[in-house]
């Protein structure tokens, strides 16, 4: 649209996206293949995006989030840096107890995949490049919304304008067009950063990711392609900044004394990278022909390595309901098609927001009850079967209404039981089981 759109003229698309980050790229990508016309707003150059000091983090990608992305032709760019999940330990630093997660006890598949942010980044900006219908406009801001007849008017910071039936916001947590919009926020800074660099060690991983809570933070270990890891270290703002100022062989050696020798020898691989951790929560997901998408309706703790796989559904879910609307030549930005979206990702946006705020306020502390507590139901889980197999799915993304693209086109029914038993079925009686159950 760039180079084709002259001044003052009003371009006219169905959907237009704010931000170009993992999630925008996405639903182009999604929406585009489903045929809609689109632009997509991102003030940073696409280049720039994808250049390898940008983002150093990786990302655990869930089963469902994984069937997505081959459902809009990402994942064979993705696949070859993809390392499989086998196993996950989780258990608080000097406590015996803790729970292990084995693939195994829910099927042949991983329990999910961690891949590097830039091979996400490029992977996506690749589905995107040949769609005819979409116009990138990058760098370029949105700087005023205005209500029109059967479309929005979106003015940019340049001063070109353009129409679209739908807005979708997927500017991040502290997305500016969710503020132009008058969209509220709920906001709670935990007053920590997120250190992330990627580690080479001797030994193999086996494909083990490992998470340890300590009182000033939580501290992970994720596997990647090769003798490689990443780590996601936590950690209280003051002492992160102290980890700052320590050379990478200092710096190798806290994180040593954290995770001890199970790696063998390690250095860093690269540099490190910092990331404030602020929990922001939109206070409604739509407004008038608006949708907020991924971190601009909510921004989670990094806890449980599920932010992007709860961007990703909403990404499917919006581009499900659009896919329809346009089908049926309806219009995607109404409100029944708004309402459908809100009504369908309010449950799972809910129960993610206080997951994973809930556990980083009960592990983040060093009070001798709570620590009682968090034993007890570390090693509880880890007891009952039931109970772990249920923490796997919804960690794989495989649990709620899923959207068709999400979900395994062999054998999963339209939606699973979020409970912890297989559901009665409509007769009475239990359900045959393993339909719902890999
Ligand atoms: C340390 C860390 C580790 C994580 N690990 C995991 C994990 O393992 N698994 C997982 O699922 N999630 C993880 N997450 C969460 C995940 O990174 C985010 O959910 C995801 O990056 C959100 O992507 P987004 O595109 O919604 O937002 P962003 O990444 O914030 O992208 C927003 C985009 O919008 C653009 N933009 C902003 N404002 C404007 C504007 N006014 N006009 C135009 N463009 C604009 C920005 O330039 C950017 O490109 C982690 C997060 C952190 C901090």
Redesign the pocket.
């Known amino acids: 649209m760039d180079k084709r759109w002259a001044a003052g003229e009003r371009q006219r698309v169905e959907v237009a996206i704010?931000?170009?980050?993992?999630?925008?790229l996405a639903l182009a990508a999604a929406l585009g293949r489903a045929g809609a016309r689109l632009a997509l707003?991102?003030?940073?150059p696409l280049a720039s995006?994808v250049e390898p000091e940008h983002d150093g983090?990786?990302?655990?990608?869930?089963r469902g989030?994984q069937r997505f992305l081959a459902s809009i032709g990402a994942w064979p760019a993705i696949a070859a840096d993809a390392e499989p999940i086998l196993e996950i330990l989780v258990g608080e630093a000097g406590s015996p107890l803790g729970v292990r997660y084995d693939h195994r006890e829910v099927g042949a598949e991983p329990l999910g995949w961690i891949v590097p942010?830039r091979t996400l980044r490029l992977a996506l900006q690749g589905a995107i490049a040949e769609l005819p219908d979409l116009e990138v406009l990058a760098p370029?801001?949105?700087a005023g919304v205005e209500p029109g007849s059967g479309a929005l008017g979106i003015t940019l910071a340049d001063g070109r304008t353009l129409e679209a039936e739908l807005l979708a916001v997927?500017?991040?947590?502290?997305?500016?067009?969710r503020e132009l919009l008058g969209i509220a926020d709920r906001r709670f800074d935990y007053r920590e950063l997120?250190i992330?660099c990627t580690l080479r060690h001797e030994r193999p991983h086996r494909g083990r990711a490992v998470e340890r809570f300590f009182p000033d933070g939580p501290f992970a270990v994720?596997p990647m392609r090769g003798c490689r890891s990443s780590i996601?270290w936590a950690l209280e703002a003051e002492k992160a900044a102290r980890m700052r100022d320590l050379d990478d062989r200092d710096f190798a050696a806290e994180v040593e004394e954290r995770f001890g020798d199970l790696l063998g020898g390690i250095e860093l691989e690269g540099r490190r990278h910092y990331?404030p951790?602020v929990l922001v929560e939109a206070e409604r997901v739509v407004a008038p022909r608006v949708a907020l998408?991924?971190?601009?309706a909510r921004?989670i703790h990094?806890i449980a390595?599920?932010?992007?796989?709860?961007?990703l559904r909403d990404v499917a879910a919006l581009a499900e309901v659009v896919e329809e609307r346009l089908g049926l030549g309806l219009d995607p930005g109404d409100p029944a098609a708004l309402d459908r979206y809100a009504a369908w990702r309010s449950f799972d946006g809910l129960a993610l927001v206080s997951i994973c705020h809930g556990i980083e306020r009960l592990f983040s502390n060093d009070l001798e009850p709570l620590k009682v507590l968090r034993n007890l139901g570390l090693g509880l889980v880890e007891r009952l079967p039931p109970a772990k197999r249920f923490f796997m799915r919804h960690a794989m993304g495989l649990l709620g209404e899923l959207p068709r693209s999400m979900r395994d086109p062999l054998r999963a029914p339209a939606s699973e039981p979020v409970g912890l038993f297989p559901a009665r079925s409509v007769q009475g009686g239990f359900s045959t089981g393993p339909r719902f159950r890999s």
């Open positions: 704010a931000g170009g980050g993992l999630t925008g707003v991102e003030q940073a995006l983090r990786v990302t655990a990608v869930a989030s942010n370029a801001r949105i997927c500017e991040g947590r502290l997305s500016p067009t997120a992330v994720l996601v990331y951790l998408v991924g971190d601009a921004g990094p390595g599920q932010g992007w796989n709860l961007a």
